[in-house]
């Protein structure tokens, strides 16, 4: 049996990669297989399985260039360095918002009810990394410190869960049906508002402690 060449596994993934993507917008993530990825790549249906051994293997490399493209939000969030923690928080919230909107078919597979490889380091390091950055903008604790290694601060932990159930508000309806927005785009214009509502209502939390 010949072994492909590294480029020719590399290629491979990729396009096994992309073909997933395309599943994925088309029937969500509960509708994806790892034969129907094969046939839209046009490669044979055992192809998937050199690279990803299965299909949660396959949605785990798919999570962690999902949380990659989050680490790249947040961190622009970082660099533009707002001189305020409510600034800072704020700006995470909208970041964070505007990622689910914009690549709502990779948020599913990072955060939906699909399994992830959960011992795969790759996401590990990945999320460790994308959630590092929110540590910092919250608690000013810089990624790859002693002190951003300490464990999650809790004012990090409630911006996220403020955050992160708003933004399933939006994805799932919920908002703009009580809202009575009358387009999505409105109703994103809303959650946005209710970001820095959240900001405001986590600087009296902090301060309270």
Do not use: C
């Not at 690549?103 to 992830?116: A, D, H, N, R």
Request: hydrophobic fraction near 45%; glycine fraction near 8%.
């Amino acid at each position: 049996m010949t072994v492909p060449s590294r480029a020719a596994r590399t290629d491979g993934r990729a396009l096994l990669m992309e073909a997933a993507w395309q599943e994925l917008a088309e029937h969500g993530a509960a509708g994806l297989s790892l034969r129907a990825v094969a046939r839209r790549a046009g490669v044979s249906h055992a192809a998937p399985k050199h690279h990803f051994e299965n299909r949660t293997g396959l949605l785990t490399a798919l999570a962690v260039v999902g949380f990659g493209r989050l680490w790249e939000r947040l961190e622009a969030v970082a660099e533009s360095r707002p001189a305020q923690p409510s600034d800072r928080v704020a700006a995470l919230g909208r970041a964070y918002l505007d990622f689910s909107l914009a690549e709502p078919v990779m948020f599913e597979v990072m955060f939906g009810s699909e399994p992830l490889r959960e011992d795969d380091p790759e996401l590990a390091e990945q999320r460790k990394s994308a959630f590092g950055i929110l540590n910092y903008l919250v608690s000013g604790a810089e990624p790859g410190s002693a002190a951003g290694h300490r464990p999650v601060p809790v004012e990090s932990l409630i911006a996220w869960s403020m955050i992160h159930g708003l933004v399933m508000l939006t994805r799932d309806g919920s908002l703009q049906r009580v809202t009575g927005s009358e387009n999505p785009a409105e109703t994103a214009e809303v959650a946005r508002r209710l970001t820095t509502a959240f900001t405001e209502l986590l600087g009296v939390i902090v301060a309270a402690k």
